[in-house]
């Protein structure tokens, strides 16, 4: 202890040349390891990143190509066989590849001068760029990308703004410029960019901005694409061209650069002052080369025809059926998946229908007692092979796409027109009844009571009358006695179904008088469906599925995905049967629908139908070049209480216009047919004594017996008879006037 009382401390001893030895060796170790494992993990990290880049694809752009979402394409063929664009199918991604040597020169150019600069230098990354990024953190994410990144980061969708994402997009760049030349990476960043407006890739947009081809583009014009990239809504030209002109003449300055660049002196100053004309500018011509070119307005739709509405309809079902698609699935291939549908409307035929429908005064000013709505139609053109060539779903202006096409989804009771299908047709076949053959005009007893009325309200006059006449007539006593007599309500339907392919009969309800005498079928039928049926009474008894498109293809059209270009037949009809129902069809009167005197040149066939109170009209008719069905009525069903068939006169009116300038032509004759005279009184085949005869044509191989009731027709009893035909023939010709007057059904 010191004087005060308290502890001296002890003096600290001087460390030794040993111990400070032993610490430093311990630091330097740990600096050591330090090092080392830095330098391991930077090793291992190099090594990785560069077998990451040397070693397999990891981004596919040809798998990308094929994957990606792309428009459809829906064409016709004009006259001269060219191609006509009618549609395109696209969701949200209006998308179009097209190859960078079908492109401007220009555009090139300019995405390469805006972009990246040093893109034909670098090998997927300008570090220069990269490493200015990495010096400010708050700019990681944007500035520093080259194109192939960009392309990188378009392809993977992955928007994260972090320095793992940008250091995974430098190794996938790297990647991708080892397995892939820079024009294979150009042209599938130039397909995939957004430019605005929905559009992706050059090619949509060339067409969206300025309604050209992408390969018809100028500098100026490819300029005013490039800049859009960087901002979408800023620079899109339709919605702020001012902005979008400061930003392009910025992107032609960099391809002059002072004469270094892709454009010399005389070009730049041509470009910066052009005056670009858009999609949405008064001076806008469009082409006929570019279908469905939008303006800026996103919510303006292209109304597609019914045509194009139902060709998709086919398209999804077909693929639906052959590839055993889901709905949705077969849907997403048409709006995503760069088909080629080639369809087989016929233009000129198309445009008179829709000239027709569009105009409300084509049909007659009735209006729904239930609902304030106007009477609607539907009408379907075929030719007898199964092509449809025309079609509309509605009267009045089309005002959306995919609504109801009445033409091929609305199922409606056909009528007295399903006579020549489930009642003559089958009759004749099967060799039970022919041309003139004789049928008691009168009800038959049915569940304890008289079936059916005819037209005039009554049961029948009790007469016998022809074949002939009852189809002109078109009575409902005659063909209810051949079903239920003759031909048997088993084959009247199946004749129906297995034969003329009406799809929605049921089993249970439609095997019955009602529905196969009179047309009134439980879930009813098309205009598509009659229209073919109607044609095998032209074409010698073959039945032809309809189809709308003669083929669809990949994007690229090397792949057939659907064809309809060899269409099969079935035989429905014999030949003969065709021969003699098409005769019988071409008696039924058609005066009271005008003059018509194009279409009158040629042979008409033809059969109304009025169903049960009135509620729907129909008219089957055909020339030798076109077989049509047009129904008429209320969407919700309605009386009619029209005096003449309104589709008679629609049939009248587009028929004439596109018969203009058509050569002569007759219908098929097959060579088991014959013309022959039968007499009037007794159906039979006409004898030199019978007083009042007609022709009629007959098959051959079952020609009926020669009438022998008129022989001795000098006799009081031939005068007599003679003089009784000669007064119903009169009667009849007074009953055609009446008809006329009120309208056939």
């Known amino acids: 202890m010191n004087n005060n009382g308290k502890t001296a401390k002890t003096a600290k001893k001087p460390k030794s040349p040993k111990n400070l030895t032993k610490k430093a060796y311990i630091l330097w170790g740990?600096?050591?390891?330090?090092?080392?494992?830095?330098?391991?993990?930077?090793?291992?990290?190099?090594?990785?990143?560069?077998?990451?880049?040397?070693?397999?694809?990891?981004?596919?752009?040809?798998?990308?190509?094929?994957?990606?979402?792309?428009?459809?394409?829906?064409?016709?063929?004009?006259?001269?066989?060219?191609?006509?664009?009618?549609?395109?199918?696209?969701?949200?991604?209006?998308?179009?590849?097209?190859?960078?040597?079908?492109?401007?020169?220009?555009?090139?150019?300019?995405?390469?001068?805006?972009?990246?600069t040093r893109f034909m230098k670098h090998h997927g990354v300008d570090w220069i760029r990269t490493f200015g990024v990495i010096l400010k953190p708050s700019n990681i994410g944007q500035g520093g990308s080259t194109i192939t990144q960009q392309l990188i980061k378009n392809v993977t969708n992955n928007k994260e703004v972090t320095i793992v994402r940008k250091y995974r997009e430098i190794l996938m760049a790297l990647n991708l410029e080892e397995n892939y030349d820079k024009d294979v990476i150009l042209e599938a960043y130039l397909n995939t960019l957004y430019l605005g407006s929905g559009c992706y890739g050059v090619k949509t947009a060339s067409e969206k901005y300025f309604g050209k081809d992408v390969s018809e583009l100028d500098a100026a014009e490819c300029a005013c694409l490039a800049v859009i990239t960087k901002a979408p809504t800023k620079y899109n030209p339709l919605l702020n061209p001012e902005e979008n002109l400061k930003r392009r003449n910025h992107c032609l300055k960099l391809m002059y650069d002072?004469?270094?660049?892709?454009?010399?002196?005389?070009?730049?100053?041509?470009?910066?002052?052009?005056?670009?004309?858009?999609?949405?500018?008064?001076?806008?011509?469009?082409?006929?080369?570019?279908?469905?070119?939008?303006?800026?307005?996103?919510?303006?739709?292209?109304?597609?025809?019914?045509?194009?509405?139902?060709?998709?309809?086919?398209?999804?079902?077909?693929?639906?059926?052959?590839?055993?698609?889901?709905?949705?699935?077969?849907?997403?291939?048409?709006?995503?998946g760069g088909l080629k549908i080639y369809t087989a409307v016929d233009l000129d035929v198309q445009a008179t229908l829709e000239d027709v429908y569009v105009n409300r005064k084509s049909f007659p000013d009735m209006v729904s007692k239930k609902d304030g709505s106007k009477v609607q139609s539907a009408m379907?053109?075929?030719?007898?092979?199964?092509?449809?060539?025309?079609?509309?779903?509605?009267?009045?202006?089309?005002?959306?796409?995919?609504?109801?096409n009445r033409a091929a989804n609305s199922y409606r009771q056909p009528g007295s027109t399903i006579k020549p299908l489930a009642t003559y047709a089958p009759a004749i076949d099967m060799n039970i009844y022919n041309y003139s053959s004789m049928i008691k005009d009168y009800a038959i007893a049915v569940n304890g009571s008289l079936w059916p009325h005819n037209v005039d309200k009554s049961l029948g006059s009790g007469n016998n009358v022809t074949v002939k006449y009852a189809i002109q007539k078109s009575l409902n006593t005659v063909p209810a006695r051949i079903i239920n007599y003759d031909v048997g309500i088993d084959n009247s339907f199946?004749?129906?179904?297995?034969?003329?392919?009406?799809?929605?009969?049921?089993?249970?309800?439609?095997?019955?008088?009602?529905?196969?005498?009179?047309?009134?079928?439980?879930?009813?039928?098309?205009?598509?469906?009659?229209?073919?049926?109607?044609?095998?009474?032209?074409?010698?008894?073959?039945?032809?599925?309809?189809?709308?498109?003669?083929?669809?293809?990949?994007?690229?059209?090397?792949?057939?995905?659907?064809?309809?270009?060899?269409?099969?037949?079935?035989?429905?009809?014999?030949?003969?049967?065709?021969?003699?129902?098409?005769?019988?069809?071409?008696?039924?009167?058609?005066?009271?629908?005008?003059?018509?005197?194009?279409?009158?040149?040629?042979?008409?066939?033809?059969?109304?139908?009025?169903?049960?109170?009135?509620?729907?009209?129909?008219f089957c008719?055909?020339?030798?070049?076109?077989?049509?069905?047009?129904?008429?009525?209320?969407?919700?069903?309605?009386?009619?209480?029209?005096?003449?068939?309104?589709?008679?006169?629609?049939?009248?009116?587009?028929?004439?216009?596109?018969?203009?300038?058509?050569?002569?032509?007759?219908?098929?004759?097959?060579?088991?047919?014959?013309?022959?005279?039968?007499?009037?009184?007794?159906?039979?085949?006409?004898s030199s004594n019978c007083g009042s005869t007609q022709k009629g044509w007959y098959k051959i191989t079952s020609l009926p017996a020669v009438c022998t009731s008129c022989s001795g027709s000098s006799s009081s009893s031939s005068v007599i008879e003679a003089a009784s035909s000669a007064v119903n023939d009169i009667a009849n010709n007074i009953n055609d006037v009446i008809n006329g007057l009120i309208g056939e059904r």
Not at 633 to 646: I, K, Y
Not at 658 to 668: R, S, T, V
């Open 30 to 116: 740990i600096l050591a390891t330090c090092v080392l494992t830095v330098l391991v993990v930077v090793t291992t990290v190099l090594v990785s990143a560069i077998v990451y880049v040397k070693g397999d694809l990891v981004v596919n752009l040809d798998e990308y190509k094929a994957n990606q979402n792309q428009t459809s394409f829906v064409y016709a063929y004009d006259k001269s066989g060219a191609t006509v664009e009618l549609a395109r199918l696209h969701g949200e991604e209006d998308r179009v590849w097209v190859d960078l040597d079908d492109m401007s020169p220009y555009l090139k150019e300019a995405f390469i001068a805006l972009e990246d």
């Open 258 to 336: 002072e004469g270094k660049g892709c454009l010399n002196e005389e070009e730049y100053n041509a470009a910066t002052t052009e005056n670009l004309i858009f999609t949405n500018s008064p001076d806008y011509v469009p082409s006929d080369k570019i279908k469905d070119t939008k303006t800026a307005n996103e919510e303006e739709k292209v109304i597609n025809s019914f045509y194009v509405d139902y060709v998709i309809q086919a398209v999804r079902d077909d693929l639906m059926e052959k590839y055993g698609y889901s709905k949705q699935q077969a849907t997403n291939q048409i709006y995503y």
């Open 380 to 404: 379907t053109i075929m030719d007898y092979q199964g092509r449809i060539v025309a079609m509309v779903g509605q009267a009045g202006a089309k005002t959306q796409n995919r609504g109801l």
């Open 494 to 618: 199946n004749f129906l179904r297995d034969n003329f392919h009406l799809s929605r009969l049921d089993e249970k309800e439609d095997r019955t008088l009602s529905p196969l005498a009179t047309g009134a079928l439980t879930n009813g039928t098309t205009t598509v469906e009659m229209a073919a049926a109607y044609a095998t009474f032209g074409n010698g008894g073959l039945y032809y599925k309809p189809y709308a498109y003669y083929k669809v293809t990949n994007s690229s059209g090397s792949e057939i995905v659907l064809s309809n270009e060899n269409p099969a037949s079935q035989r429905a009809i014999s030949e003969e049967t065709s021969d003699i129902m098409c005769e019988l069809l071409q008696t039924v009167d058609t005066s009271y629908y005008g003059t018509a005197s194009n279409v009158r040149k040629f042979q008409i066939m033809a059969k109304t139908g009025t169903t049960s109170s009135d509620k729907d009209r129909w």
């Open 621 to 686: 008719a055909g020339t030798p070049y076109y077989v049509a069905a047009v129904w008429v009525g209320f969407d919700s069903p309605e009386t009619l209480n029209a005096s003449v068939n309104p589709g008679g006169k629609i049939f009248f009116r587009v028929f004439d216009d596109i018969h203009k300038g058509l050569d002569a032509k007759q219908f098929p004759k097959s060579s088991g047919t014959v013309e022959k005279s039968f007499c009037s009184r007794t159906g039979k085949l006409a």
